[in-house]
């Protein structure tokens, strides 16, 4: 569904990812670790078309999107949930769905959309009329989430969404994620929560100093050396 | 009585008129936080567009309005793309600098085309002799561009808080690469912002014609009006400027009336002066 092929990404001029592949089939959960500055939140946001490649391709349901704006990724199918939620604070819980929904034009679909998010999460109906920055920080992030499920993406992107939150909400979160694939929808995860995020992958990619330099099943990559000793102090 | 009367409700004309001048500042400024330093030159353009095709086609003045509009809907869209976006890639000072010589431009470019003679309106529906009540004396042409403003900000609120492109534009001017991950088109946004900004100056340039002299350095005395009138409203509150138009028109006319014209700017920045010391944000900025 997803390839990224061999990418270099430069931030003003300073190459952030020198080499990174990745790929994506339909219905996985594919987590993406590494140590701050391992160029994980850059590698979404290429993928979202917010930067764009300078070496390397990306192409998502056989199409070159390498050089799509985000504009055009949003239409083909990909949502990017951003770090830090950035939910529009002074817009009421609704009207950040909607705002996930701008691409549809039907009426229906956007109902829909709307009852399915209230649905996995019922705090947010309760919430609906509230303002979205009066909202507690795990309630943010599930905004955030729903917002991104708004227009039904074929690919949903979610970075660190556990980010900020305390302990039992990180469980919480993850959990959320878990039914999302229960789900049957495919998911791209980037996670601190290294050991978390892999056991509940499909499949997991290493990110260091801009290059993948692991790949495999997320339960096998647990047992790797570098794993166990850069990330879970083993 | 009668003095208070006529200047309270001649002070509340001047400033929906006023409100409306500022209007298009507030929705650029509400967009994007970026300063239009040629609004008043967009104001000058408006006014130069109504009157030349008022009397070049002997037109009733009031018809020239939808023309007025649209060509600063095109000067503020043009200016967007032609400009304003590139000086967003540089330093804030660049921004600040940049619509400076834009504004520059445009005034010294109709002082050359134009010649900096005053023109006036001659003829037209509210060209005519004020109303008047008893004692109370209301002009025509203020009359008319009240009504028009409180219609133009009735239209921009609707079209802000009621319609999809408006909260998209909201989205744009809350966090315009959140809103980008909505799939937003976000520079569309901006352009759209900077063409409603000319447009709403553009409707106002052509009333004020009706009372007006045309003239091309006409839009420095209403900017300056204008800039007071945002920052005190709250910058990029809509309602905010329309309510800080009111003040400071009552301030305009009751200044002008009980303490002598030539203090009416005076007051005017005194009092913005005393709103921001007391409230830094504007009366309903955030």
Request: charged residues 15%.
């Amino acid at each position: 569904m997803l390839k990224v092929e061999n990418i270099e990404v430069r931030y003003s001029g300073v190459p952030v990812i020198h080499d990174v592949s990745l790929d994506v089939n339909e219905g996985e959960l594919i987590s993406v670790v590494g140590a701050n500055g391992s160029g994980k939140t850059t590698l979404l946001k290429t993928i979202s078309g917010t930067l764009h490649p300078t070496k390397g391709s990306i192409q998502f349901d056989n199409e070159d999107i390498t050089r799509s704006s985000t504009v055009d990724i949003v239409r083909k199918g990909i949502t990017y949930v951003p770090e830090e939620r950035r939910i529009f604070g002074p817009l009421s819980v609704e009207e950040n769905l909607r705002l996930g929904a701008y691409i549809l034009n039907d009426n229906e679909a956007i109902e829909t959309s709307i009852e399915y998010v209230y649905g996995l999460f019922p705090i947010l109906k309760d919430r609906r009329k509230q303002k979205g920055g009066t909202l507690s920080g795990g309630e943010q992030q599930m905004l955030a989430i729903g917002r991104g499920l708004m227009a039904s993406p074929k690919l949903l992107m979610l970075d660190e969404p556990s980010l900020g939150l305390m302990p039992k909400l990180v469980d919480e979160m993850l959990d959320a994620v878990a039914t999302l694939k229960g789900e049957g929808i495919t998911i791209l995860l980037v996670e601190q929560n290294v050991r978390e995020a892999l056991e509940m992958a499909d499949r997991g990619y290493v990110l260091q100093t801009g290059r993948t330099i692991y790949n495999g099943r997320g339960r096998e990559l647990l047992k790797t050396d570098i794993i166990k000793k850069a990330f879970l102090g083993i | 009585m009668e003095t208070l009367l006529s200047t309270t409700i001649s002070g509340l004309l001047m400033g929906m008129l006023f409100a409306l001048v500022a209007l298009g500042l507030a929705i650029i400024f509400g967009v994007m936080d970026i300063v239009n330093f040629a609004h008043g030159e967009f104001l000058m353009v408006g006014m130069y567009a109504a009157f030349l095709t008022a009397t070049g086609l002997s037109m009733e003045p009031l018809l020239t309005l939808p023309v007025s509009a649209v060509i600063c809907f095109i000067l503020g869209m043009g200016s967007y793309y032609l400009l304003v976006r590139y000086l967003l890639k540089g330093p804030m000072l660049a921004q600040l600098l940049g619509t400076f010589g834009l504004m520059i431009f445009i005034r010294y470019l109709a002082m050359a085309i134009f010649g900096p003679d005053y023109k006036t309106l001659e003829q037209g529906l509210l060209i005519r002799p004020s109303i008047n009540w008893g004692p109370v004396m209301i002009s025509y042409p203020k009359l008319g561009a009240a009504v028009i403003s409180v219609t133009a900000f009735g239209a921009v609120y609707w079209l802000i808080n009621r319609t999809r492109l408006g909260m998209a534009l909201k989205a744009t001017a809350l966090d315009v690469e959140a809103a980008g991950y909505m799939g937003i088109n976000t520079e569309k946004m901006r352009g759209l912002a900077w063409g409603l900004g000319g447009a709403t100056v553009g409707i106002a340039g052509a009333l004020l014609t009706n009372f007006y002299y045309v003239f091309p350095t006409v839009g420095l005395l209403f900017v300056m009006i204008a800039f007071a009138t945002v920052a005190l409203g709250g910058f990029g509150s809509i309602k905010g400027a329309f309510i800080a138009g009111l003040i400071i028109g009552l301030i305009w006319d009751f200044g002008g009336t009980y303490v002598g014209p030539e203090y009416k700017f005076a007051l005017i920045y005194l009092t913005y002066f005393l709103v921001i010391i007391l409230r830094p944000q504007g009366l309903f900025g955030w």
